[in-house]
Structures are given as C-alpha cells and as structure tokens.
C-alpha cells in the first residue's frame, strides 16, 4: 500500500501538466501513486500523461473518460482507484512544493489527524518554478479546534491530505459547480479538527482552458451553489457535531451565497442585465437560504452591500423553478447574442 495517492482530474493542460506531474515525480515521499483521470482531453494533455506513465509505470496510473464529465466524475474514479493510507488531490494545471506530501503524511501519522492543510498561493499563468520549503523539524503549524477556523477555511480539497479510511464511502457531486463546498466542508465538521501548515505548499493557477476554468460571460452554473448547501446540509444531518456547527453554518452559507452572487458585478454584459440577473439570483437565494440579510459579520455585511443597490422584488411571487429557468434562460440568450 502506497503512503500517499494523489489524485489529478484533468482537462487539456498540455500547458501546465508536465510541471504538475514533476512536482509530484520528485516529492521528497518517494511511496506515491499518482492517479491521472483524462477527462476526455483534445488537445495533447492525454499523450504526456501517458508518457509520464510509460516512464514512471510503478508510480504514475493514467484513467480515461471517454465523454467528457467534469471535474467531480475523474475525482470520484481516481477514487474508486486510490490505494494510498492517505488521498490527495491535485488539478493539473497547478503544482505543489516538493516537500508537502513528505510534511503532510508525516504529521497526519504524529498527530493522529484525518486531515492536514497547508497554505495557497496564487501565481501567474507562466509561472513554473517548483519550490522545496525549509526541511526544519519544528514546522510553523496549528492543531486547530476553532470551529469558524474550520469552516471558514477555503473550501478546496486541493491543498489537503485526507485519511483515505475517513474518505472511504466520500464522493463528490457530479456535474455540478463548487463541487468542493460539499465535499470537504462536512469532512471538517466530522473531523472536528484540522492540522494546518503556515507555509505556502499549493499553487494555484488561475486557467483559462482547464477543468476548473470560468469566464466573464453569463453563466447559470452559479446556480449550482443552493445545490451544494443542500447537498452539505444533508450529508452533516447525521454527525454528533453538526448541532454545534448551525450558527457557522448559517454564516457560511450566506457567505458562499453573496460571493458566488458577487461574480455576477465581474461579468462583460450591461448593467441592466447585471441588475436584472442579480435581482434574479438574490431573489432565488431569499427563498432558499434562511435569514440571508441579516448576518451581523462584518465580511458579509461587504459582500451583501455590493449585491444590495442591484436588488428589487419584482420577481418574487415566482416559483423558485421559474426563477432558475428565467434566470438560466437569460445567461443563454445574452451569450448567444455576444
């Protein structure tokens, strides 16, 4: 059994997938396996994965969708896959620092934790340097508690290990956005705890063209955030925990609400359709988020005053399944006409 699996789901990154494998090639923890899902790729990421592969064949698994599905069906094959005491995940058009899984693994096993976390850093799509953290035994780390530090932890599996037995039965949900929100948050609240490292070891690439790429047009998929509350309210009903978790959780979820309603004010369209589509949005997340307007932290209060001077109630005698179709329909037609 390998220590560590690490789980790549991957969409034409010919670009970046190559410093993405040799970050993980050369990880001072030798016992890895590392599991490549091509999420039916057209451009040349399939063949260097399968290179990688050809090169590597006691360390690199290289998996195929045949249609593409998405970045939650290549994780949960990867998954149905993974050996590892411990899984990982990576997207192919990032890379990690030489040393986490090395760090990751070994305190994971000192500390008895289901999950270890270490810090993001955000770099510049030419960007490919890969950097080895100071080897030091006395890591800058925190065994942490705090259940808002917990839940308000970006929500990305990426940038963790996971206890492969404490993931076992885990699996992401399929075709849909923010697919991460209701996969790693409820993992935090069944742990009830957290190892962090207080070093950048994930480094994320913002890609226009990879599995997790966005745009600047209309796009109903930010409709899929109410699908992730739902989904991360119904997989908490049954921990022990979770009651202690409501008051955060109801914070969290109007966070992710007004963020994710917030990328509306980035989009290139007018402002009528902006204020148009908002009022849509805010209208829909009233009807399924309790008490949306009235968190008293301070961070939300930003966010909600961003959306507010956009918001009317013209829509809301309509049926939450009309107003996803009015607002679904309306970012199909605007990019149509672009």
């Known amino acids: 059994m390998p220590k560590v699996s690490v789980i790549i789901p991957c969409h034409n990154t010919d670009k970046y997938i190559q410093t993405c494998l040799n970050s993980l090639i050369h990880q001072q923890l030798k016992d890895l396996e590392i599991i490549c899902v091509d999420d039916h790729s057209t451009d040349n990421t399939l063949n260097i994965l399968k290179q990688f592969e050809k090169e590597y064949p006691t360390k690199v698994k290289v998996l195929s969708l045949q249609a593409e599905r998405g970045c939650s069906a290549a994780r949960n094959l990867g998954l149905s896959y993974a050996n590892g005491e411990y899984i990982g995940f990576v997207d192919s058009d990032d890379y990690v620092s030489l040393n986490m899984y090395l760090d990751f693994y070994y305190l994971a096993r000192a500390y008895n934790v289901k999950i270890v976390s270490g810090k993001i850093e955000f770099i510049l799509e030419n960007q490919n340097e890969l950097i080895t953290n100071n080897n030091s035994p ?44 209701s996969f790693t948050i409820p993992l935090l609240i069944k742990a009830n705890n957290l190892l962090a490292i207080k070093e950048s070891c994930y480094f994320y690439r913002a890609n226009p063209s990879g599995i997790m790429a966005t745009d600047n047009h209309p ?116 990019h149509l006409k672009r």
């Open 138 to 181: 006395k890591k800058h780390f925190q065994l942490c508690h705090n259940k808002n530090i917990l839940i308000f932890e970006p929500p990305s599996c990426c940038h963790r290990l996971f206890e492969h037995a404490f993931i076992e039965n885990e699996s992401f949900l399929v075709n849909k956005k923010y697919e991460d929100i």
């Open 219 to 334: 796009n109903a998929k930010i409709l899929d955030i109410f699908s992730e509350i739902k989904e991360l309210r119904q997989r908490i009903e049954n921990y022990d925990s979770q009651k202690e978790y409501q008051k955060i959780l109801k914070d969290l979820e109007q966070r992710f609400v007004f963020t994710v309603g917030n990328s509306i004010l980035d989009w290139d369209i007018s402002h009528a359709a902006k204020k148009y589509l908002i009022s849509l949005y805010l209208t829909i997340a009233d009807k399924q988020i309790a008490a949306l307007w009235n968190s008293k932290n301070s961070f939300i209060k930003d966010l909600k005053g961003e959306l507010e001077p956009y918001y009317c109630a013209s829509f809301y005698q309509d049926e939450p399944l009309e107003l996803q179709r009015k607002f679904t329909e309306f970012c199909r037609q605007y």
